[in-house]
T-cell receptor, first 112, second 115 residues
Framework: GNSVTQMEGPVTLSEEAFLTINCTYTATGYPSLFWYVQYPGEGLQLLLKATKADDKGSNKGFEATYRKETTSFHLEKGSVQVSDSAVYFC???????????FGSGTRLSIRP | DAGVIQSPRHEVTEMGQEVTLRCKPI?????LFWYRQTMMRGLELLIY????????DSGMPEDRFSAKMPNASFSTLKIQPSEPRDSAVYFC?????????????FGSGTRLTVV
């Protein structure tokens, strides 16, 4: 079946460092792709999305580009802050399915 | 918009007791999802509804779990009898429609502890 694979955490960075969290998806059709963020004690929040190849989603300084050739949707941020500490989930919705498939989540910790 | 509202935020119960979790979706959202999150298994979809009708309950772990949606503004997830392995955070989410243009809006979750 379809699946989403993201890099395992935890990821620990210093403030102002560059962030990349890798995500790949099963190349069946052309899913819509999402990144969700979960802050401690809260539910998941939609961070950004892309619905077709070469689209770039962006929000709060985070970016991710839908790469069909590498079936990837890596999350990047140029300069992280302590407030970015959270768990990040990559997700995909395939037209053949009626629900979003989530990756396992990557815990990010930023040191001051 | 108050978002998706779940209650209670925390629930501690004894093994064998009945537990009922509640969810109020965003008004106008046609889809409602129940998820369970644990360290070991991550985020699992239990069941989802469309226009108050259960569409896919293949993620419901066993007959002890049941979910209802009596109207467009309310859903419950019931565990009877509860067991320690049911301890988890349970999330409700709603969506305007299925499709790439829409994401899910999640509630803040109910942290269930069964002792």
């Amino acid at each position: 079946g379809n699946s989403v694979t993201q890099m395992e955490g935890p990821v620990t960075l210093s403030e102002e460092a560059f962030l990349t969290i890798n995500c790949t998806y099963t190349a069946t059709g052309y899913p819509s792709l999402f990144w969700y963020v979960q802050y401690p004690g809260e539910g998941l929040q939609l961070l950004l999305k892309a619905t077709k190849a070469d689209d770039k989603g962006s929000n709060k300084g985070f970016e991710a580009t839908y790469r069909k050739e590498t079936t990837s949707f890596h999350l990047e941020k140029g300069s992280v802050q302590v407030s970015d500490s959270a768990v990040y989930f990559c997700a995909a919705m395939y037209s053949s399915a009626s629900k979003i498939i989530f990756g396992s989540g990557t815990r990010l910790s930023i040191r001051p | 918009d108050a978002g998706v509202i779940q209650s209670p935020r925390h629930e501690v119960t004894e093994m064998g007791q009945e537990v009922t979790l509640r969810c109020k979706p965003i008004s106008g959202h046609d889809y409602l999802f129940w998820y369970r999150q644990t360290m070991m298994r991550g985020l699992e979809l239990l069941i989802y509804f469309n226009n108050n009708v259960p569409i896919d309950d293949s993620g419901m772990p066993e007959d002890r779990f049941s979910a209802k949606m009596p109207n467009a503004s309310f859903s419950t997830l019931k565990i009877q009898p509860s067991e320690p392995r049911d301890s988890a955070v349970y999330f409700c989410a709603s969506s305007l429609a299925l499709g790439g243009e829409y994401g899910y809006t999640f509630g803040s979750g109910t942290r269930l502890t069964v002792v």
